[in-house]
Structures are given as structure tokens and as C-alpha cells.
């Protein structure tokens, strides 16, 4: 197994990242087992058109008809509409006192 990142490496990753989304708005980096990973940080305004967001980003996750979409209004999953797939959801109240929800599709 290799070493972990240092912190060195992890800040220059980062500042590379955070220049290539300053320049041109989004990056897409394709991991393994056809994952592919979305970073953004345009949006739309009132007339439809991309921008850059004051304080916006988004992640998106890919992988064949599976997709997790995260952003600072909204949290959403996409997945086949394949009738087996079982839809479980649960409600728990974590170490914090936090009420939380999970939703998981298998």
C-alpha cells in the first residue's frame, strides 16, 4: 500500500484544482471503476446563463445510470428506474444529537 498524501502534496493538489476551476468554471476527473467526478462552480442566473457563483460549488458523481448531485440548495440522487432496485430510507439521531436521514439504494 502506498503512503498517504503529505500535507504538502495535498495543499499543491488543491491549489492546482482550485486555479483550473477559478480559469475555466468546472473539472471533471475520471477515477476508477467509470466513476467520474464533477467540480464546479458556475451556476445559472435569472436568465439561464452560467456564472460564477459568489460562494457556489457543486460535486457531481457519476457512474453508469448512478448519480449524486450536491450544492448548497440541493442534494439529489439519480438511479435507473429498474423495479427491483429496493429504496430503504431510516432516521436516527446521531452522536451530536443531530437528527439525520439516510436514503440508500440497493
Do not use: W
Not at 16 to 24: A, D, F, R, T, V
Not at 32 to 45: F, K, R
Amino acid at each position: 500500500m502506498s503512503n498517504p498524501v503529505s500535507k504538502v502534496q495535498n495543499k499543491r493538489i488543491q491549489s492546482s484544482i482550485i486555479k483550473h476551476l477559478e480559469k475555466y468554471g468546472t473539472i471533471q476527473i475520471n477515477l476508477p471503476d467509470d466513476n467520474l467526478l464533477e467540480i464546479g462552480v458556475l451556476e445559472e442566473d435569472d436568465q439561464g446563463n452560467l456564472k460564477r457563483g459568489e460562494s457556489y460549488c457543486y460535486v457531481i458523481v457519476k457512474n453508469e445510470m448512478r448519480a449524486t448531485v450536491i450544492d448548497k440548495y440541493n442534494l439529489g440522487i439519480r438511479f435507473s428506474a429498474d423495479e427491483n432496485l429496493i429504496v430503504m430510507d431510516d432516521k436516527f439521531v446521531d452522536s451530536d444529537g443531530k437528527n439525520v436521514k439516510t436514503i440508500n439504494v440497493a
